[in-house]
């Protein structure tokens, strides 16, 4: 009797144990698709974020409208805009591309698609205005070897600025900049004036080092002058937390001593590789220098999208005109 008991007990265990393994490798499966969930944080005034739908998207309300800062990646769009309407009901007016990466733009036609735009005098638009820096969409639509662009035009910015700025309004003025040749040549950066919050897209990554994308027309200097241009627009509470706030392309919400420490860390590191440069090292040199080491706890990485090696590689390429690697220029702009 006890041994039949616990026969069966065992193989009610076993079956258990099956279930459970397959419970396992149902998960392990499914996860990598198993998206991460969206989370929505009140930031400042009108300006919430909404992170875990690929890039952050900054979320501005209006009485009337929404603005986007970046529109995540294209199969989180659903999630997306449901998060949003739980926002508020108001249609989307505006989205801001601050980065050509399908991570940023994946989303745009999704979210575009359930908003309008007002025209003025011409009336209303079935769409929202997708709005990035004019050397954004060139860098979209771009073919590439004589073929059509890799980014499907449905994707592309339905609107751009040209020059330095460009001002808008949606219950609180809106002053869209653009550095030249930050993160790239069509970054963005998105200040909410009244809100005292400004989005950074991809120029500032609180958790990585800067993400200079050279062949997309990225520079560190022009990197280093937009985080000063972001601090310049930052202005901190007293001594303690608090004051404008700054969205990150990807990663947490930070305050201005957060941004200037950023900045510190990026002009001392340029500074070290710009003095090995000088002194004729190679790129394997520099690397075996650790330019980086008292921030790599901070800001580095061993593996993913953007390392510490892909960072120092690109400040060296960019002060050396050298690519390290073959000794080619690195500043050819072959996509275009
Ligand atoms: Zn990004």
Known sequence: MSIGRSARFGERAAARAIVFFALMLWLAAGAPS???????????????????????????????????????????????????????????????????DEDHIGGNQNLAKTGHFVTGLAGED???????????????????????????????????????????????????EHPHAAHTDGDSIVFFRRSDVVSTGDIFTPNLYPKIELEKGGTIQGEIDALNRIIGIMVPEGNEEGGTYAIPGHGRVCDRTEMANYRDMVTIVRDRIEDLVKKGKTLEQVKAARPTLDYDGTYGADTGAWTTDDFIAAVYSDLSGQNGADGKSARGDGTR
Do not use: C
């Open 34 to 100: 198993r998206a991460q969930e969206i989370h929505v944080m009140h930031v400042q005034g009108r300006v919430y974020v909404l992170a875990g739908a690929g890039a952050n998207i900054t979320v501005q309300v209006g009485d009337k409208a929404i603005l986007l800062v970046d529109a995540g990646s294209a199969q989180r769009s659903d999630e997306v805009i449901a998060a949003i309407k739980a926002l508020s009901p108001k249609p989307i007016e505006f989205i801001v591309d601050t980065s050509a």
């Open 126 to 176: 079935t769409e929202a205005s997708v709005i990035s820096a004019e050397a954004l969409l060139d860098r979209v639509s771009a073919r590439s070897g004589g073929g059509n662009s890799a980014i499907p035009s449905d994707l592309w910015p339905s609107d751009t600025y040209d020059g330095d700025k460009w001002e808008l309004f949606n219950d609180e003025a809106v002053i869209l």
